[in-house]
T-cell receptor, first 112, second 110 residues
Framework: EAQVTQNPRYLITVTGKKLTVTCSQN?????MSWYRQDPGLGLRQIYY???????DKGDVPEGYKVSRKEKRNFPLILESPSPNQTSLYFC???????????FGQGTRLTVV | KNEVEQSPQNLTAQEGEFITINCSYS?????LHWLQQHPGGGIVSLFM???GKKKHGRLIATINIQEKHSSLHITASHPRDSAVYIC????????????FGSGTKLNVKP
């Protein structure tokens, strides 16, 4: 089954404690992206990747890092989380050959 | 500036009613997606459209490329349809992002 898998689904952490949210897709998609969703602001792109070892900033990259060492995985790293990073995070993947897109189930992060 | 506008923002319906959610966009696109987000948070892609009309069960999605407009219809609505519906467009020649609408929160009452 084609899917994008995020882990964890829920996470509560403390300010400054490094964390990683994983994202994996099984469709051999070139494109992967991270979004955060906040009330009143909708979905905003954090980082994206066009292929292995190719990443770039989206609209709200501050405080986040990503890596794309393998095609299937695109982890989101918060080196020093702060309360303003409390949000619902989504990973998405897609192919350049067609316009299909798949979204993960979301990760609800709370930073206290 | 919002590249994608959705209406209405909130919609309450009685079970069985026919529902329409509208999406207008201002950029050239290669595809438009209708997404569904249930209270649990996960996003599911309902439809991907580049032209015409698609139907899946009680859901119908249409797109008019010339008018830059799409509609999502739900026939015989049911309480389990209660969710947030989001319109997302993939801009033409821009492969690295989507533009999202702000979503329509639908509540179907029994």
């Amino acid at each position: 089954e084609a899917q994008v898998t995020q882990n964890p689904r829920y996470l509560i952490t403390v300010t400054g404690k490094k964390l990683t949210v994983t994202c994996s897709q099984n469709m051999n998609h070139e494109y992967m992206s991270w979004y955060r969703q906040d009330p009143g602001l909708g979905l905003r792109q954090i980082y994206y990747s066009m292929n292995v070892e190719v990443t770039d900033k989206g609209d709200v990259p501050e405080g986040y890092k990503v890596s794309r060492k393998e095609k299937r995985n695109f982890p989101l790293i918060l080196e020093s989380p702060s309360p303003n990073q409390t949000s619902l995070y989504f990973c998405a993947s897609g192919s350049f050959r067609d316009t299909e897109a798949f979204f993960g189930q979301g990760t609800r992060l709370t930073v206290v | 500036k919002n590249e994608v506008e959705q209406s209405p923002q909130n919609l309450t319906a009685q079970e069985g009613e026919f529902i329409t959610i509208n999406c207008s966009y201002s950029v050239g696109i290669s595809a438009l997606h209708w997404l569904q987000q249930h209270p649990g948070g996960g996003i599911v892609s309902l439809f991907m459209l580049s032209s015409g009309k698609k139907k899946h069960g009680r859901l119908i999605a249409t797109i008019n490329i010339q008018e830059k407009h799409s509609s999502l219809h739900i026939t015989a609505s049911h309480p389990r349809d209660s969710a947030v519906y989001i319109c997302a467009v993939r801009p033409f020649m821009v492969v690295n992002k989507f533009y999202f609408g702000s979503g329509t929160k639908l509540n179907v009452k029994p």
